[in-house]
Every structure is written in C-alpha cells, then in structure tokens.
C-alpha cells in the first residue's frame, strides 16, 4: 500500500495555505512581542495619562478650514480672522452658543449675521497665515456644509409664493424645486455660505446649515492642488 508520507512543517510552511498561516501567526507573535515590551516598558514609567477624548461636534468653519480636530487644536483664538471677515458673518464660539471645550473660542461662521461671500482674496485666510497657523488653508476644498430645507417652515408649504433663498444663492443649480415648489437642495453643489438663511424670511427661519464632518487635513505643500472658489480641483489637462 502506497503510505502518503506526512507532510514536513517546512512543506507546509511552503503552501499557499500554510504561507498564510505563517504570516498570521507571525502576525500575533508580532502583537504578543508588542504587548510584552509594553508591559515591560510600563513597569519602568509611570504610566501616562490617557489623551483627552476627541471632540467630535462639528462647526461652521471659513472656507478652506483643515479638519475639525486639527482645527480645533492648532486655533489660537487670536481673533485675526474674525477681524479680517468685511462681512462680518465670523463670531467667536463661546458658552453663549452651547459651545465648551477645545472648540471654545474659535472662530465659525454664524449665518444669522449674513454668511460668507466667499471673497476672492479670503481676509480671513490671510489673517490665519499672518498669524503663523495656516488652518484655513486655500488649497482645501471650499466646501463648509450643505443648506437643509425645513419644509414645513417653508412658505411655500402653505402655499405663498417666495424664492428669496434661490434668489440669493450664488450659485446656479443648487437650488430647485420639487412639484409644491418647495426649494430642494443639490448637496454636493452647496458651498454652505449660509446666504440663504440670512434671507429667509420666516420665523423660525426655515433653513440650516450642516456644517461638513470630514473636512480633509491638510495636504503635504508639494502634493497641495489649487482649488478654485467652489471647491473644485484643477482640471485633468
Ligand atoms: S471668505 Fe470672506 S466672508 Fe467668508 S469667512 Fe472669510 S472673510 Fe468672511
Ligand atoms: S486667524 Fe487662525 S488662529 Fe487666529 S482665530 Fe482665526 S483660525 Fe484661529
Ligand atoms: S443653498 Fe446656496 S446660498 Fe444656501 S448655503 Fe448652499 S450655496 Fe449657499
């Protein structure tokens, strides 16, 4: 009778299956290896203490603002670019808005004063670099939010005719209107200036603005592209 020879470690270890098991295994020996020279290394040291818990509430930034997190711990509330803003739609976060934390003290755009124009030469921007910080960097996208329709605020629920919110949108498309014509917003075109609510004109006014939760960090400066007023990338040629 032909007796299959038992297969060696070594062949194994040579098979696809076993080559994998190897990589797994080494893999948690890995994690072991590391586990132990923790422990070790935390019977020297004291142990450090833990890193302060993220804050994951999201603010209405200027345009061109590097992700929440980052902003929020590199602003040194200098106030420059809420100086800077002619419009005057920047505020300084403070308890008065429900705002504690790291977050407290920065800059957002409160669209209850007017919202961004997104001016050309972005003051706001320059003052941030003026400064040294660099968090509200031009070469980011332009996107701070998207505008949201309460619509059964909205006058055109009852029936009264009223386009003041597409009126003043600065850009063509976002806004549009379903069949009880309703304003219905196109959320990847909407900068979320925040325009439209500072012309709303009901009370509660009938539009928010949800500021955008995965702002991107910022890039390395050679691999930044150049970004035009609406967010958009350089073309393909
Ligand atoms: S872009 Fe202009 S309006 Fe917008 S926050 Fe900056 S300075 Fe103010
Ligand atoms: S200029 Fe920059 S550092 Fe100063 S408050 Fe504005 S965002 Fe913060
Ligand atoms: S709908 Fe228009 S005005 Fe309103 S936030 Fe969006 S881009 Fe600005």
Same mark, same amino acid.
């Given at each position: 009778?032909?007796?299959? $020879?038992?297969?060696?470690?070594?062949?194994?270890? /040579?098979?696809?299956?076993?080559?994998?098991?190897?990589?797994?295994?080494?893999?948690?020996?890995?994690?072991?290896?590391?586990?132990?020279?923790?422990?070790? $290394?935390?019977?020297?040291?004291?142990?450090?203490?833990?890193?302060?818990?993220?804050?994951?509430?999201?603010?209405?930034?200027?345009?061109?603002?590097?992700?929440?997190?980052?902003?929020?711990?590199?602003?040194? $509330?200098?106030?420059?670019?809420?100086?800077?803003?002619?419009? $005057?739609?920047?505020?300084?976060?403070?308890?008065?808005?429900?705002?504690?934390?790291?977050?407290?003290?920065?800059?957002?755009?409160?669209?209850?004063?007017?919202?961004?124009?997104?001016?050309?030469?972005?003051?706001?921007?320059?003052?941030?670099?003026?400064?040294?910080?660099?968090?509200?960097?031009?070469?980011?996208?332009?996107?701070?939010?998207?505008?949201?329709?309460?619509?059964?605020?909205?006058?055109?629920?009852?029936?009264?005719?009223?386009?003041?919110?597409?009126?003043?949108?600065?850009?063509?498309?976002?806004?549009?209107?379903?069949? /009880?014509?309703?304003?219905?917003?196109?959320?990847?075109?909407?900068?979320?200036?925040?325009?439209?609510?500072?012309?709303?004109?009901?009370?509660?006014?009938?539009?928010?603005?949800?500021?955008?939760?995965?702002?991107?960090?910022?890039?390395?400066?050679?691999?930044?592209?150049?970004?035009?007023?609406?967010?958009?990338?350089?073309?393909?040629?």
């Amino acid at each position: 009778m032909d007796e299959k $020879k038992p297969i060696s470690r070594r062949q194994l270890l /040579r098979s696809k299956l076993g080559l994998g098991l190897a990589q797994s295994i080494g893999y948690a020996m890995g994690q072991a290896h590391g586990v132990t020279k923790h422990i070790e $290394k935390s019977i020297r040291e004291p142990v450090p203490p833990s890193p302060p818990v993220p804050e994951f509430a999201v603010f209405l930034r200027p345009p061109g603002a590097v992700d929440e997190i980052s902003f929020a711990a590199q602003c040194t $509330k200098c106030n420059a670019c809420i100086d800077a803003c002619s419009p $005057k739609t920047l505020v300084k976060l403070t308890g008065e808005f429900g705002v504690f934390g790291k977050a407290q003290g920065t800059p957002a755009i409160d669209p209850n004063l007017g919202g961004c124009t997104m001016c050309e030469d972005r003051p706001c921007a320059t003052a941030c670099v003026d400064e040294g910080v660099d968090i509200l960097d031009g070469l980011l996208p332009m996107k701070m939010g998207h505008a949201f329709i309460h619509r059964s605020a909205c006058r055109s629920s009852i029936g009264q005719e009223c386009s003041m919110c597409l009126d003043v949108c600065p850009i063509e498309g976002v806004i549009g209107h379903d069949w /009880r014509k309703i304003p219905v917003v196109n959320n990847d075109l909407c900068t979320g200036c925040g325009l439209c609510v500072h012309s709303c004109p009901v009370d509660p006014i009938a539009i928010s603005i949800i500021p955008t939760k995965d702002r991107p960090p910022k890039p390395p400066k050679s691999v930044q592209p150049s970004q035009d007023q609406n967010g958009q990338g350089p073309s393909p040629d």
